[in-house]
């Protein structure tokens, strides 16, 4: 049982922080190089503003809206998160069930410890995430098989044509080969978190990556698998390849990781249905722009012509608010949705989102904004101290 006190996302990420072992905590929290991305675009959101506004008879507020084509109760979806099934028995399953009881997407990853299928026999299809592997025909039949299960909706990542550097993994053992004293010191860490070990690592096999079964990966360890993806992620992705997922799928398409208006404006001639907004939560290239700086001018660019989701930092309703008036129609949470899963399972992605659902209200009634299809920069306060950095 998740206690009643486990709220705010910091309640869920020092939830999490005792549960899991160190390797895994420090997997979800951290990032790329120094971390200054990441901590960008916390401070990015906490930095800005909005407008209080009163007496507007808010006594009806809109939250539902459209994302890619699907009808969602609130303009959220759960990110792909790589090897949640880590984080709590069969994670992705939890998750997508917190998520469809709320109402809101699910997003599976390349690399979850879940396969679409397991997913799908428990909920609706997901959307389904795409990295590029460069045996083309594995992802073809990849693209197949989720299109038979009956996902419609694909997030094909663009920001990871390699895996980042992230020192925390390298330092913790997740990414990079231990020596014995390394491989001792996580066999106790893992140890002296009993409830994770009974959960995750005894009663929640397998662990490998389910939706890249038979593409050869050892799964013996953390470090054979990243050393898979970096042997495999394809490098050489370009333009073409779009062409090619394309090709490959009749449903929707949105790129992952869309930073730079230009990119924007190719991915609009491109042909797809949406993007992401995206730096992969800082996890790849340390010292570029935070996403909620990024969002604004690629929102302009695009104007309307596709769905312009954003990630990066989003932890509360307000947060969304203020995504949603720089030009984002949806956000989608990554670390809000992994430490709550890891603090509290199913339970505890759906209180994560149900705070996040309540925040948002009342965000949107103490900023007079009626509808989420139709908040704008009016709701942000541009003059107040605090937004010049941005
Ligand atoms: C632990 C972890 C694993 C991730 N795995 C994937 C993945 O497999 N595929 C992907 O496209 N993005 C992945 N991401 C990035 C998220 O989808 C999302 O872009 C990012 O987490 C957003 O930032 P936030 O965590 O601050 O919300 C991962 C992020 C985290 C924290």
Redesign the pocket.
Known sequence: MLPERVISHADFRRHAKRRLPHVLFD??DGGAYDELT?ER??AGLTHMLLRQRVLCDMSSVRMETRLAGVDATMPVVL??????GMLARRGEVQAARAAQAAGVPF?L????ICAAEEVTNAVEPPWM?L?MIRDRAFMRDLLQRTWALGSRQL?F?VD?PAPGARYRDVRSGMSAQQNWRGSLRRAIDGLAHSGWLLDVYMSGRPHSFGNLAGAGIDMSSFATAWGWMRANFDASVSWPDVAFVRQNWPGAILL??ILDVEDARMAVDAGVDGI?V?N????QLDGVRSSIEALPPIADAVDGRLDVLM?????SGLDILKALANGARGC?????W?FALAAGGEEGVSRMLSRIRDELRLAMIMTGCKDVRTAGRHLIDCKALGHAHL
Not at 109 to 112: A, E, L, M
Not at 311 to 315: E, F, N, P, R, Y
């Open positions: 997997y979800v990441m675009n916390r990110a792909p998160v790589g090897f949640a997003t990853s390349t690399v979850g995430q990295y997030v990542t990871l992952k990781g992401v995206s992969h939560g800082g996890r990630d990066g930092g989003i932890v989608m949470l990554g670390r809000a992994a």
